[in-house]
């Protein structure tokens, strides 16, 4: 009896997740004559059964179009809220794979679908997670698909911030996706030729930014652009935000439990806006006018690169195969030119940041990048 295999996409949209359902749903289809059934806008599709059967006819002409085709959600397997009330909505899950006689499930998404899907492998489901985000976060891969055109989008936005702040004599501050991780800064303010890179790995004063940017001055050159990842944080906030992550690790009691993300979501809030503040602070500091450019969304939009969209179809492509050997419970990870599974239990909870030794960090100081340290 043929395979049935379902595929459905979590968590923010990536450029090359209909190349990965492309290549996962061609491989499966017409190579090893499976069976795929599509579930729309996540988890919650899966949960509600908003399955539909794909076709070679569904998967034609998605090779470059952004988003995706399924559409995405962020909910959580365990805690969702279905008619009004928050459900462990695991066991439905359960129902609705037996119901479509799913051999597997395939979850395209970043860290939070890798733990979904632990989840559902924990409670004995047939799962698949194949690794997407823009943020280069997810552990034991070498990449994840999203990442190479968010980096080439954020490194032209760099590049053309250049002349408007060299005309200008102005300091640009550049905020970049990357959510805790720092790759996507770090690799377009080096692509871009940014002059200081401030990521979450490491925490920053401005008394080092303003340093770079009068050591600049001194130069005449009388503008300066600043990298700065979203997630990035002044030595203060730095060590606020890990105090109170420890203290919710720490929580035991269901009140203790919630005080303790409650104070943590204090502690996130008051460093909303910290690119603002920082420019306020350069400005104050170098007497040079100081803008923010968020660049947010436009990061995840649009046509994926040959880069995501080759390792989207070679990502997908493999998953087909690893289920047709009857693999299962893993994610497909890339590595080098091919791709390899890594058990669940691995991945999931684990991010992937910058290591301080990593040689990008290296690159960035040998080219004269302050690092904000
Ligand atoms: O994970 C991808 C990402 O774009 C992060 O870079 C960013 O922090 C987050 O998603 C934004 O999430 P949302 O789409 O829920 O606003």
Redesign the pocket.
């Known amino acids: 009896m043929s395979k049935r295999i379902g595929v459905l996409t979590a968590?923010?949209?990536?450029p090359g997740l209909n190349a990965a359902i492309r290549g996962l749903g061609k491989a499966a289809i017409e190579r090893h004559g499976m069976e795929v059934v599509g579930f729309r806008d996540g988890i919650r599709g899966l949960a509600e059964d908003r399955s539909f059967a794909i076709t070679p006819d569904f998967l034609s002409g998605i090779l470059t179009v952004g988003g995706t085709i399924l559409g995405t959600g962020?909910d959580k397997v365990h805690r969702m809220t279905m008619d009004g009330q928050t459900v462990d909505a695991i066991p439905i899950i359960s129902e609705v794979v037996e119901r479509n006689q799913l051999d597997c499930v395939v979850l395209l998404g970043?860290?939070g679908t890798a733990k979904n899907a632990l989840r559902l492998a924990d409670a004995g489901l047939p799962v698949m997670h194949l690794p997407k985000?823009?943020?280069r976060?997810v552990a034991h891969t070498d990449n994840t698909f999203?990442f190479s055109t968010a980096l080439e989008i954020a490194t032209d936005a760099i590049d053309r911030l250049h002349s408007t702040a060299h005309s200008h004599h102005r300091v640009i501050l550049a905020e970049i996706?990357?959510?805790k991780a720092g790759w996507?800064a770090l690799g377009a303010g080096i692509a871009g030729g940014a002059d200081v890179v401030l990521i979450p790995e490491i925490p920053y004063s401005v008394d080092s930014i303003v340093e770079t940017i009068q050591a600049r001055q001194a130069q005449g050159k009388h503008f300066s652009v600043i990298a700065v990842a979203?997630?990035a944080n002044d030595v203060a906030a730095a060590q606020a935000i890990a105090a109170a992550e420890s203290l919710r690790k720490a929580a035991g009691t269901p009140q203790e439990k919630a005080a303790a993300k409650q104070h943590l979501a204090r502690v996130l809030d008051d460093h909303r806006e910290h690119t603002f503040r920082l420019a306020r602070s350069l400005e104050a500091a170098t007497g040079l006018e100081s803008r923010v450019t968020i660049l947010g969304?436009v990061?995840?939009g649009g046509t994926p690169c040959a880069e995501d969209r080759l390792l989207g179809s070679r990502i997908g492509t493999a998953a087909a195969e690893l289920i047709a050997d009857g693999v299962t419970g893993v994610m497909v990870a890339s590595k080098g030119d091919g791709a390899a599974p890594v058990p669940l239990d691995e991945v999931a909870g684990n991010l992937a940041l910058v290591p301080a030794d990593h040689p990008w960090i290296r690159t960035a100081r040998d080219v004269g990048v302050g690092l904000g340290d």
Not at 11 to 14: N, Q, T
């Open positions: 968590g923010g949209d990536s962020r970043g860290g985000t823009i943020d976060d999203g996706m990357g959510h996507l979203e997630g969304y990061q995840r």
